[in-house]
């Protein structure tokens, strides 16, 4: 069964870091369908409607959302890992300019970060950064790999 949530982002300083942490929690434990955004001008903020399914909880799908998945402990990275992320945060600018969003909709800094030092080669190694679920990599998947192969 399909359910709505309906997130505020607002854009002041001192709420901003709160509303995204709300917003990535929720994108965490979910199997999102569907966003859409939108910015309300005169309040400052972005109004995000997520569709999302009902997660039906079945022994199997306990097991997996106890599997660990990579993210970047240390922030240290190789030179290469360094090009690699500035390719990466380009990338994410430009896909955030094009489709009117903050760029930490597209992937945090934490999940380039985790990218650029796991060096996944195929989708499904994707998924196993902490971050990036099914829609992530369906709407990104692509791209990402086709940075990680150019560089």
Known sequence: M???KVFKIRLQQEFLQDDQHLLD???ESHQIVKVETAFVNDENYWSVVLY???LKMSANAVKES???KYTCENDTLSADEEKIL???KEWRSEKAKEQNLPSYFIA???ELISVAKYKPIKKEELLEIKGFGKHKIENYGEEILEILESI
């Open 2 to 4: 399909m359910k709505v």
């Open 25 to 27: 929690g929720f994108l």
């Open 52 to 54: 999302f399914d009902e």
């Open 66 to 68: 106890k599997q660990t």
């Open 86 to 88: 500035d390719a990466l």
């Open 108 to 110: 945090t800094n934490k």
